[in-house]
């Protein structure tokens, strides 16, 4: 946005990074946080930072575009519903952190015969 001063104002971004299929033999993009500030939410700022996204990976000739959603977050699902999104019911995120991250890192550096 532009104020008066004429300097422009963040009010939204679009994180994401490439990945890659194995499956597909291609990358493809991954959006890993889109956020507007509250103010200037519901003027089509996301969208336009989704659709900017988008044009990235059809430009780039990536044959996806995935991110994650919170399954109690309706509104946002029911915003990509609208785009066209297809729900991956069929995928689970797993996520080591903690202990168990330390734990398993621990594994690296034992001997093959000692696990």
Same mark, same amino acid.
């Given at each position: 946005?532009?104020?008066?001063?004429?300097?422009?104002?963040?009010?939204?971004?679009?994180?994401?990074?490439?990945?890659?299929?194995?499956?597909?033999?291609?990358?493809?993009?991954?959006?890993?946080?889109?956020?507007?500030?509250?103010?200037?939410?519901?003027?089509?700022?996301?969208?336009?930072?989704?659709?900017?996204?988008?044009?990235?990976?059809?430009?780039?000739?990536?044959?996806?575009?995935?991110?994650?959603?919170?399954?109690?977050?309706?509104?946002?699902?029911?915003?990509?519903?609208?785009?066209?999104?297809?729900?991956? @019911?069929?995928?689970?995120?797993?996520?080591? @952190?903690?202990?168990?991250?330390?734990?398993?890192?621990?594994?690296?550096?034992? @001997?093959?015969?000692?696990?």
């Amino acid at each position: 946005m532009q104020p008066a001063t004429g300097n422009f104002v963040p009010v939204g971004f679009a994180l994401y990074f490439y990945n890659y299929s194995t499956w597909r033999g291609h990358a493809g993009i991954y959006l890993e946080d889109l956020f507007v500030r509250p103010p200037f939410r519901g003027k089509g700022i996301g969208k336009a930072l989704f659709s900017a996204v988008a044009a990235i990976a059809v430009a780039q000739d990536c044959p996806r575009f995935e991110w994650a959603v919170l399954d109690w977050n309706t509104p946002a699902i029911d915003f990509y519903n609208s785009l066209g999104a297809t729900p991956l @019911s069929e995928w689970t995120i797993m996520r080591l @952190s903690g202990t168990p991250l330390r734990a398993l890192a621990a594994l690296a550096n034992a @001997s093959p015969s000692s696990s």
